[in-house]
C-alpha cells in the first residue's frame, strides 16, 4: 500500500504534498545558508515529492521568510511547481518590530493585510497558496478578520485560508462569518503528543471534512534524543514495529503512525537534512496495521486502552 502523494484542500485546486517541508528552521544555525545553499535544499525536497513549504512571519525573528525568498529567486523552476504556505497574527517582541512593547496577537485587517503584503515581498512571489492565522487571538473580532481574508483571496493574494492551533469553537466561529470554508487546522500531535485524538480536534476535522497539518511530528526531536520514560517506551515500541516489517528508520514508522489516522494528516517536517527528510519520505509505503498503530499509543499513553 502507499498513501497518496498529494491532498486537496478545495475546490478551487489547491492541493498539498502529503508531507511539507518547514522552515522554521532555517536560520537557526550559526552559519546561516545562503541563496544557493536554499535553492539546492528546496530543489531537492521537491525531487522528493515534497513540494509544499510551511512559514510564518515569525520564523527566524522574522527573517525566514526573506531567506527562503532569496533562495527561492535563484532556483530556476516553475511557480506552479511548489505551494508556500505562512501563517500571521502573532507579534514578538523584537528588535525586527520595535513598535511591539509585548508579545501579542494581531487579527485586525491592517496588521492581516499588512503581513501578506510583507511575506510576498519576501518570498518574491505573487501569490500565498494558504495563509493561516497563527494562534486564536481573544480580542479578535471575527466579523473584521473574516473580512480580511475574504478580502486578500478576492484580490488574488492568497488561494485559501486556514488557522492553527484553534479549538473546535475557534475555528467555528471564524468559520462562520466566511464565505468559503477554512481549508485546515495546523495543530501539534506526534507519538509522544496524542491529544488531538481525544480533545475534540481530530473529530471536528472528519465531521466538517478538511485535512488538519501537523507541527512537530517527531516531538520537536525528543522522540531521538529524549531521556523520559515515555520516550524511552516509544521508541521501543517504534523499533518493535520496524522489525516486524523489515527494518525502518523509526522516524518513518513515527510519521506513518500519522499518516494512518482517517482524517488524512499531513506531518509538517522540520529537518533540513535531505538524509533524515528522505528517510521520513518512506512513511508514504509504510502502512501500520491496526494492533501496530495501538502498540505505539499504549507505548506513548504507558496504558492500554480502556
Same mark, same amino acid.
Given at each position: 500500500?502507499?498513501? /497518496? ?14 508531507? =511539507?517541508?518547514? $522552515?522554521?528552521?532555517?536560520?537557526? /544555525?550559526? #552559519? ?6 536554499? $535553492?539546492?535544499?528546496? %530543489? ?11 512559514h ?7 527573517g =525566514?521568510? #526573506?531567506?527562503?525568498? %532569496? ?9 506552479e511547481?511548489? #505551494? ?12 525586527? *518590530? ?5 508579545k ?17 515581498t ?35 493574494? =492568497? *488561494?485559501? !485560508?486556514?488557522?492553527?492551533? @484553534?479549538?473546535?469553537?475557534? @475555528?467555528?466561529?471564524l ?5 468559503f ?9 506526534? !507519538? ?16 466538517? *471534512? ?7 511530528p ?5 522522540? @531521538? ?5 515515555? #520516550?524511552q517506551? =516509544?521508541?521501543? %515500541? ?14 518513518a ?10 482524517? *488524512? ?28 498503530? @495501538? ?12
Amino acid at each position: 500500500m502507499s498513501y /497518496e502523494k498529494r491532498i486537496a484542500l478545495n475546490a478551487r485546486g489547491l492541493t498539498l504534498s502529503r508531507l =511539507v517541508l518547514g $522552515a522554521w528552521r532555517l536560520l537557526n /544555525e550559526p #552559519e546561516k545558508p545562503d541563496a544557493g545553499g536554499v $535553492a539546492r535544499l528546496i %530543489a531537492a525536497a521537491i525531487d522528493l515529492g515534497m513540494t509544499s513549504f510551511d512559514h510564518a512571519d515569525i520564523y527566524g525573528n522574522y527573517g =525566514v521568510e #526573506e531567506a527562503f525568498g %532569496a533562495g527561492l529567486k535563484r532556483w530556476a523552476g516553475k511557480r506552479e511547481a511548489f #505551494e508556500l504556505v505562512t501563517k500571521c497574527d502573532i507579534m514578538l517582541k523584537s528588535d525586527a *518590530r520595535p513598535d511591539n512593547r509585548i508579545k501579542h496577537y494581531d487579527t485586525s485587517a491592517a496588521h492581516i493585510k499588512a503581513s501578506v503584503d510583507r511575506s510576498l515581498t519576501n518570498l518574491h512571489t505573487d501569490y500565498i497558496d494558504l495563509l493561516l492565522i497563527h494562534r486564536p487571538d481573544p480580542l479578535m473580532y471575527a466579523d473584521a478578520t473574516a473580512a480580511a481574508l475574504e478580502a486578500i483571496v478576492k484580490a488574488g493574494k =492568497v *488561494r485559501a !485560508v486556514g488557522v492553527s492551533n @484553534f479549538s473546535p469553537s475557534q @475555528f467555528d466561529l471564524l468559520a462562520s462569518r466566511l464565505p468559503f470554508p477554512l481549508v485546515t487546522n495546523q495543530i501539534e500531535m506526534s !507519538v509522544l503528543n496524542t491529544m488531538p485524538l481525544s480533545d475534540g480536534g481530530l473529530d471536528h476535522a472528519q465531521r466538517l *471534512r478538511y485535512v488538519p497539518m501537523i507541527w512537530s511530528p517527531l516531538g520537536g526531536g525528543s522522540l @531521538f534524543t529524549g531521556d523520559g520514560v515515555q #520516550e524511552q517506551r =516509544v521508541r521501543e %515500541a517504534l523499533n518493535a514495529v520496524a522489525d516486524e516489517i523489515g527494518g525502518a528508520d523509526i522516524s518513518a514508522i513515527a510519521i506513518a503512525w500519522l499518516l494512518r489516522h482517517p482524517a *488524512r494528516l499531513i506531518p509538517v517536517l522540520g529537518s533540513l537534512k535531505v538524509e533524515r527528510l528522505t528517510a521520513m519520505r518512506s512513511a508514504l509505503d509504510i502502512e501500520l496495521d491496526r494492533q501496530q498503530w @495501538f502498540a505505539i499509543l499504549k507505548a506513548s499513553t504507558g496504558h492500554d486502552v480502556a
